[in-house]
């Protein structure tokens, strides 16, 4: 646990907590660890009012782990490619200079990975409003808490189960403005299957793994795979438990938030409720996790 000589602000929700540090300053390890120990007991943390350089997000992101260079490489900064661009702006061409689409779906980050991310980390560059007030938040689910509150006939029966994961079967990719994986890209994402229920790779908590947006199938404890009516009944059942509001934190934007979540414990979702001319520009660094078990 950690000592609370960095002031923290718990959300009034399942999970959330602002840090209130400068992220710019030199960190040692002993300050980090206290940083990293606040970020597991709260999921999802941010940090108000922060001033980063590309280097700086680069720098504090690494430190969690080995960062990922997204498979979209169009929406990369080219000269940090480790930055990935999330936005609804357009070129003079006319086209996205990033992610138009992020998180439009319930989602845990690069969950169609065999190794998916521990962590993301979103900084806010611009962001839209309308008659004042901020808009673009986005909503955070708890999937530890949702776990915990299962029937244990469920959790009984979810025990040695896996979900597949497939990129290319999220729902928002059909009507998407992102561009297409090539064969080569499609490639690097065979589906895969991970553990509906995984535990946390450093703290061994318990969490459900699995949403609707990207889960195709269910195997079995024998190997066998469930039906498929019945697996996309259990993954909508399960989705739409741990997106309850009692699970949920709603994070309203300002410039220069980061927010960090943790992608073992938790799902998001981006509220679009902006378009052009209001502008929203982010940028996401993403650590690679270990394969979850």
């Known amino acids: 646990m950690h000592t609370m000589a960095i002031p923290v602000r718990k959300c009034d929700a399942a999970l959330g907590a602002e840090i209130v540090f400068d992220l ?9 660890a206290e940083l990293e120990g606040i970020f597991h007991d709260n999921i999802v943390v941010f940090f108000r009012d922060q001033h980063l350089t590309n280097e700086q997000h680069i720098a504090f992101s ?19 490619p480790e930055i990935l661009l999330v936005s609804n702006i357009k070129n003079d061409a006319g086209e996205h200079i990033g992610l138009a689409d992020a998180g439009f779906t319930w989602h845990s980050d690069t ?12 900084y806010a560059k611009e962001v839209p409003h309308r008659d004042g007030k901020p808009l673009g938040d986005t909503v955070f689910a708890n999937c530890i808490a949702a776990y915990e509150a299962l029937p244990d006939a469920m ?24 561009p297409k994986l090539t064969a080569a890209q499609l490639a690097e994402t065979p589906d895969i299957a991970h553990p509906i229920v ?8 318990k969490a459900l793994y699995v949403t609707a947006g990207e889960c ?10 469930m039906p498929e009516d019945e697996a996309l009944d259990m993954i909508a059942e399960l989705d739409a438990h741990c997106v309850r509001p009692e699970f949920c934190y709603r994070h309203s934007w300002r410039i220069g938030d980061l927010v960090m979540w943790d992608n073992a414990s938790a799902m998001h979702l981006a509220i679009c409720d902006y378009t052009l001319p209001e502008r929203r520009l982010m940028h996401r660094t993403t650590v690679i996790g270990p394969e979850p078990i």
Request: proline share 5%.
């Open 24 to 32: 710019s300053r030199a960190i040692d390890e002993r300050t980090f």
């Open 62 to 80: 690494r430190r969690l782990g080995e960062l990922e260079i997204h498979i979209v490489k169009k929406y990369l900064l080219p000269e940090d």
């Open 111 to 122: 969950s169609y990975r065999k190794n998916p991310s521990r962590c993301s980390l979103l």
């Open 155 to 178: 959790k009984r029966r979810l025990a040695g189960t896996k979900a597949i994961h497939r990129y290319s079967m999220r729902r928002r990719v059909d009507n998407s403005p992102r």
């Open 198 to 205: 995984r535990s946390h790779p450093y703290t061994g908590r």
């Open 216 to 225: 195709i199938g269910i195997v079995l404890r024998d190997g066998a795979q």
